[in-house]
């Protein structure tokens, strides 16, 4: 047998053996029941929201209209972008007429969008950044959507979804997608962290790899030192530190998903600070922090605030913002011993 019928016969067998989304959500569950088919079935349209915004990306730069701003600014204050409608309509069209969630809660909306005739039967709800990183849409740049699955609880009457007002525990479900040369979904129900690639030719996400674990320590650390004169005294200290010793290496890309995912694979810590201006950050809790925490936590990962595990940390409001330390176990714990000695000599000098 010649290399190329070797190479063709493995990879009919692949095809052949390949583990679907939908599939390996029910195998995780170990169950058919109506909860374990829900969500599978939300994760499908997850999928199916992914397809179509990687179809649209990959041909953005030659369609008219697809790039650039809108010339409005969302509720974070910030300019909207074409792709950041595009997708939040997406992900809100995809589920329309699921019957499976009640409401999506996205960046790009003040409030949730309600879908009354899904709330009878579609107890949960999702929660979303439709295109995290837009400011390298038009440079061709990788970027991402983050998601989260909750139950609702209470009727939520008022429509202030205040439910959702809850720590990252609350999670049933998280992942991201990343739209880079090829389109990943990665996704966490509880039990480990899977990631999925998109096979064009079949249009599935097929399983490529299982059970992921963060090393315990990796050599990268990703934070945007542009915003080093912003920041507290600790996180520069730390930032010297990695300067002054062998074995690190910074790599920042503008893209959360994207660093993210790096981490995961490679080790190492991702950071979004606040700053002496805005303590707060930038990072929203609930539509990036908290996800990414879950997903993290699953793979064997810390996430912290600083000062507490992200997981723990309670939004005083939907839009609530947090500064992110994420990545190896070491490494977020060697962040935090920076945050600590200078929290230290604060009461000292008091």
């Known amino acids: 047998m010649t ?18 989304l939908s599939r390996h959500i029910l195998q995780q569950l170990h169950s058919f029941n109506a909860e374990a088919q829900d969500l599978s079935a939300i994760m499908n349209r997850i999928a199916l929201a992914a397809k179509i915004i990687s179809r649209r990306l990959s041909r953005a730069g030659l369609m008219e209209g697809a790039l650039g701003f809108t010339g409005n600014i969302n509720v974070q204050g910030e300019s909207v972008k074409k792709m950041d409608i595009y997708a939040n309509d997406v992900f809100i069209s995809v589920f329309k007429q699921s019957g499976l969630v009640c409401r999506l809660a996205s960046e790009e909306m003040e409030k949730p969008y309600y879908i009354p ?7 949960y709800t ?11 849409i038009d440079i061709n ?4 959507s983050i998601f989260s699955i909750r139950k609702q609880e209470g009727d939520d009457i008022d429509g202030d979804a205040r439910d959702l007002l809850q720590n990252g525990h609350k999670q049933i479900a998280a992942g991201y997608i990343l739209y880079g040369p090829s389109t990943m979904l990665v996704y966490s129900i509880g039990t480990g962290v899977h990631s999925f690639t998109l096979d064009p030719s079949l249009g599935e996400f097929i399983l490529s790899n299982e059970n992921i674990k963060v090393p315990t320590h990796g050599p990268i650390y990703s934070v945007n030192e542009g915003n080093f004169w912003q920041w507290e005294d600790s996180i520069r200290d730390y930032i010297r530190y990695v300067h002054r010793h062998e074995g690190y290496t910074a790599r920042y890309s503008g893209a959360l998903v994207g660093d993210f995912h790096r981490i995961l694979h490679q080790g190492g810590v991702f950071i979004y600070p606040g700053t002496v201006k805005k303590p707060e950050g930038k990072l929203r809790l609930l539509y990036e922090s908290a996800p ?14 600083g000062n507490m595990e992200l997981m723990d940390v309670v939004p005083d409001a939907l839009h609530a913002r947090t500064p992110l330390i994420i990545g190896s176990k070491e490494d977020v714990a060697l962040v935090e011993s920076f945050i600590q000695d200078r929290a230290r000599e604060v009461v000292v000098s008091h």
């Not at 990414?292 to 605030?305: C, H, I, K, P, T």
């Open 126 to 136: 999702l929660i979303y950044d439709p295109i995290d990183g837009s400011s390298n």
């Open 292 to 305: 990414l925490a879950f997903l993290m936590e699953q793979a064997g990962g810390r996430a912290s605030n």
């Open 117 to 123: 005739e899904n709330c009878p039967i579609g107890r």
């Open 3 to 20: 290399d190329l019928e070797r190479s063709l016969v493995e990879e009919h067998s692949l095809d052949r053996d390949c583990t679907t």
């Open 141 to 144: 740049l990788n970027i991402g």
